[in-house]
């Protein structure tokens, strides 16, 4: 299975960008001829793939997988099989990244004169949701 030009996979929890993109507009106040819905789609499917990538799930029958290059792929959820805090998750992370400034500089100064950069990681956030659903290896 690889990954389409759009960025979702066929098949996988990705079918359900569409109703996740709704949702958050609704949230947000975007009508369906907002010129920032096509962004919200973007930052939905952006969000998306780094829950994919924070979740580091092995592959296990019933689950899919998807091509990121030559050498990688990331197993992922099939349509529909997402927990409820994941799918939670990608709401808010898809609000989040929306909302996020461009070039992660926000409009605001330090009290140096340094225009503020926000450098945290972008899944901090959601953290509380995914924790229980993460298979991949670390250290403490």
Same mark, same amino acid.
């Given at each position: 299975?690889?990954?389409? @030009?759009?960025?979702?996979?066929?098949?996988?929890?990705?079918?359900?960008?569409?109703?996740?993109? @709704?949702?958050?507009?609704?949230? !947000?106040?975007?009508?369906?001829?907002?010129?920032?819905?096509?962004?919200?789609?973007?930052?939905?499917?952006?969000?998306?793939? @780094?829950?994919?990538?924070?979740?580091?799930?092995? %592959?296990?029958?019933?689950? !899919?997988?998807?091509? &990121?290059?030559?050498?990688?792929?990331?197993?992922?959820?099939?349509?529909?099989? @997402?927990?409820?805090?994941? &799918?939670?998750?990608?709401?808010?992370?898809?609000?989040?990244?929306?909302?996020? %400034?461009?070039?992660?500089?926000?409009?605001?100064?330090?009290?140096?004169?340094?225009?503020?950069?926000?450098?945290?990681?972008? !899944?901090?956030?959601?953290? %509380?949701? &995914? &924790?229980?659903?993460?298979?991949?290896?670390?250290?403490?």
């Amino acid at each position: 299975m690889t990954t389409p @030009a759009d960025g979702t996979t066929s098949g996988t929890w990705h079918d359900q960008v569409p109703d996740v993109v @709704a949702g958050v507009a609704v949230d !947000l106040r975007l009508s369906s001829d907002d010129p920032d819905r096509s962004r919200l789609e973007r930052s939905a499917r952006a969000a998306f793939r @780094a829950i994919d990538g924070r979740l580091g799930l092995r %592959p296990r029958p019933g689950r !899919l997988y998807y091509q &990121l290059s030559d050498v990688e792929q990331v197993t992922t959820y099939p349509s529909g099989g @997402a927990p409820a805090d994941v &799918l939670a998750a990608a709401y808010q992370l898809t609000a989040e990244l929306h909302q996020r %400034p461009l070039f992660g500089i926000s409009n605001a100064w330090s009290p140096t004169g340094e225009a503020l950069r926000i450098s945290r990681d972008h !899944l901090a956030g959601v953290e %509380p949701l &995914l &924790l229980p659903y993460v298979e991949s290896w670390g250290l403490a």
